[in-house]
């Protein structure tokens, strides 16, 4: 049996959304509404389910919209937020060093336009039990449109050894970042930029043997682009 453990996750969702165009020119695109339902409700209300201890929410363009929506629902669990200048964003990477002080010693994060079809918990006890710096959750290629970014293989003892790279397994990749990713706070305690895109700290982890993999094998529901919000549209009709 699974013990309950504190288990924040952390949301990305500061972007500008510019893959949106006019969707997202006056609102955060994870407040575009979909079936007139704003879609971080469906993301907060997927992960209510598993109990998080707690949630944060690292901010940027729009700020205020998201802080008046989380007002208006009044959500029955901790949520605290960091708001980065809209001007000058400092990136995935950049938006987790920067909220630091809200950070558990370990934390899982996620991006605030996809709503993932996972076991939080079972995600969490896995890193936690594999001691590693970060455990990154991938899906097979075979079920995403997705451009591959990450390389999997077996060793001679049957483990499963894999490589993370953004730019050079378009090619060569058979799994794809999921899009739920569990760090130890300390990863973002080392000299680092203060503006830098989170595939870095990927690569360099998965590089250094400091990551372990956690495969999903069930689709996502995002609405990073135009074409896929329709698509999620459709997908959350009935939810």
Do not use: W
């Not at 907060?44 to 707690?54: A, E, G």
């Amino acid at each position: 049996m699974l013990l309950k453990l504190s288990m924040q996750i952390v949301i990305l969702c500061g972007g500008h959304g510019s893959r949106l165009g006019q969707l997202s020119k006056n609102i955060p695109k994870s407040l575009l509404k979909v079936n007139g339902i704003p879609f971080m409700k469906y993301l907060i209300d997927s992960l209510i389910p598993f109990n998080p201890s707690s949630i944060h929410l690292c901010l940027g363009k729009f700020s205020e919209q998201i802080l008046t929506f989380l007002e208006n629902e009044n959500y029955d669990l901790p949520i605290s937020f960091s708001i980065e200048n809209e001007n000058n964003l400092l990136g995935t990477g950049g938006a987790l060093k920067h909220c630091l002080d809200y950070l558990n010693d370990n934390f899982i994060v996620q991006y605030g336009d996809t709503i993932l079809d996972l076991d939080y918990l079972d995600l969490y006890h896995y890193h936690l039990k594999e001691k590693k710096e970060m455990t990154l959750s991938i899906l097979p290629k075979s079920l995403s449109n997705e451009t591959p970014n990450v390389l999997c293989c077996h060793d001679e003892s049957g483990d499963l050894k894999c490589i993370y790279d953004k730019n050079n397994l378009k090619n060569t990749g058979n799994f794809i970042d999921y899009g739920a990713i569990v760090f130890k706070k300390k990863v973002f305690m080392n000299d680092l930029p203060s503006k830098f895109d989170l595939s870095i700290i990927q690569s360099s982890l998965s590089q250094d043997a400091k990551s372990s993999f956690y495969v999903i094998n069930k689709k996502y529901i995002e609405i990073g682009s135009i074409n896929s919000f329709y698509k999620a549209a459709k997908e959350l009709k009935n939810v």
